[in-house]
């Protein structure tokens, strides 16, 4: 049997509202050191992992390890009016079929079983080699970022020297160009200031629809770390919790000028086979 709780349901909700915007269908993995999932977007261009330690909830139980195939739109949909003071409960039979999902606010209980569905687990090994420059921002800072670049084009051009970063964007009419100093002191609804960790100057571009995409994870986290090399697919953390229980981390395979602008599969760029 497995089950756990959360003492905000409105936390649940952010996770899946984080991870959804990837996939629609994804496979969780839970064993009695916590949740676990992996997952790739329908183009095969970023990948999404998520972990979630048992400590993290407020109970905890899992008798053996179990893989979750999920409809995240369905569970979207029975989430959406959750507040921040209800609770949820997730629970599944060793040899059952459905999910069970029980919210309870102060005055009544609710109880949804959810079809389980059969997926195909693929496990990627992640590259995980130290990157060229760690940056690390408000995650409402660089969502905000992302929403200002958006309308302007495709790719989102990233220059990052030890003083900064900028982020560009030049579309067919118009571009734009948005710069952060590490020596200037963040605005009060920034929060953290920005920090890089440099081992030599690095200029690369993204898919800026699927950055923009990633910021969903916002609320989870203060902050973001985006972890950059000009050979291997971007990170993009976010930490949940404060005490290093979780996390969800996007991978993003850089965008390379040829004849046409071409975004490389993230099982191409993402994946390193001599990894275990």
Known sequence: MFELRFEAASLLKQIIDAIKELTDQCTIEVSSTGLALQAMDSSHVSLITFKLKAEFFASYRCDRTLNLGLNLKVLNKLLKTVSNTDK?????????DQLKLIIESPRRTTTFDVK?????AEVLNINTSEPKATIKMASAEFKQICADLLPLGDTLVMEITKDGISFSVTGSDTSGTV????DAEPAEDEGARTEIQLQEPLTISFALRLLSQFT???PLSPTVELRV??????????EIGTDGHG???YYLAPKIEDEET????????VVDDDDE
């Not at 949820?88 to 059952?96: F, I, N, P, Q, V």
């Not at 090399?229 to 976010?238: F, G, I, K, R, W």
């Open 262 to 269: 071409v975004e490389p599969t993230a099982t191409s760029a």
């Open 247 to 249: 996390s969800i981390q």
């Open 88 to 96: 949820a409960t997730l629970r599944a039979e060793d040899d059952g």
């Open 179 to 182: 710069t952060v100093r590490t």
């Open 229 to 238: 090399s000009s050979d291997q697919p971007l990170c993009v953390s976010y």
């Open 216 to 218: 969903k994870a916002t």
């Open 116 to 120: 389980l569905i059969d997926l195909e």
